[in-house]
């Protein structure tokens, strides 16, 4: 009864996974997700015409804060006469980022590189008068950097995108015009090709499949397509269950996810895109902090920044960048190539650990008093390192008992000079891969 009940429930389970995602051999994937589980940092890039810096990028045509029309003309705006992609793509090395992602297209449907699929354009129909995706591309394999391109599945303006107004009737319902909405999913395949098939991109970044269904996207279609010329290109999740990693949004994970790969994305500010008088950032330790929560928790960090309209990034921007490039090449031992570290109880600070799990780092985004506190370590201490210098610490071990199960605690001393003015990290050498003890203490059974 028991051997047919989990047969059934087997078989359910293969019907609700997509095809694509039964048949993927968890070898292949992993190693295809390699780059992309060592790079810890992406910066994403949200550029369009809503960078003039009124409102938000593409969602007043949604709520309808704007009409379409009046959305649309910000493109008058769009010069890019600043825009230096060389700079960009330094700034985007120097923040020690393994990976950026940009908006090729956002919901509102205005594509930054000359796209021959339709007319909303920078070439067509901006004063930039050029394709900006080809420099980026160019700068940013030149800095060693992979490549990410976002793109939104929603294009709220085009005559045959079914929605357009959050409160206000559809267009059409897709059940009754199945042609005009197979014509909207050409649209989006041909464009999806000509970044394809011109950049070969290292990651596609979809945004906005919450309108429809994996079967009316097509989801299958458009990955397999992708990944005809591309097998080893990763993809996000916002596909409706087709991509390869979680993209929780603003939000750290607070407990170690279920799932393998993942990443946070998240704004310096309050916004996506540049936004005038939005001048609520994130100091870079908070943002420091969590990119430290992310490591923590074995995902990626996706920092945005919003450049205006004419290509320039805000200051503050580059300050956050540049203050993560002066952590991260300090730090990078402790960052790249780590996973999730261990158990918030054994210490008071974010944790990680190495590949082989015979190093733990710990971050500190505080100054100790006295010493910090380890416990619950099986494994013996060999040594403490002050990451990014040449100092160790000292440690003692009290309550280290011949009798008991219950390991010893390690109170280790950091020299004051030795401190990060922001995350200090200790990398705590053992004689194994980490063990740890998860009970909740013995009393004396015997004594010497
Ligand atoms: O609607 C977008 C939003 O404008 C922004 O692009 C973010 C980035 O993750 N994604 C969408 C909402 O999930």
Known sequence: MRIIKTAVALAALAIAIPAIQAQENPEQKAQRMEWFAHAKLGIFIHWGIYSKGDDSESWPIFNARMTVDDYMKQAECFTADKYDPAEWAKLIKESGARYTVITTKHHDGFALWDTRAGDVSAVKSSPAKRDLIAPFAEAVRNEGIKLGFYYSLIDWPRYDYPNVLRSGPARYDIEKEPERWQHFLDF????????????HPDLYWFD?????????????????????????VVINSRIQGYGDYDTPELGIPVVKPQYKWWETCMTMNDSWGFRIGDDDYKSPMTLLRMFVDCIAHGGNLLLDIGPRADGSIPDEEKAILKEFGRWTSKHAEAIYGTRAGIPADHVAAYTSLNEAGDILYIYLPYRPNESVELKGLKSRVNNIRVVGTDRNADWKLYNDISWSEVPGVYYIEVPEEALDERITVLAVELDEPVRLYRGSGQIISINE
Request: glycine residues 2%; negative net charge; without cysteine.
């Open 188 to 199: 989006n395949s041909a464009q999806l090709r000509e970044l394809d098939r011109q950049w």
């Open 208 to 232: 906005g499949d919450w309108e429809f269904s994996a079967e009316q996207w097509k989801a299958a279609d458009i990955v397999a397509m992708l990944r005809e010329n591309n097998p080893q």
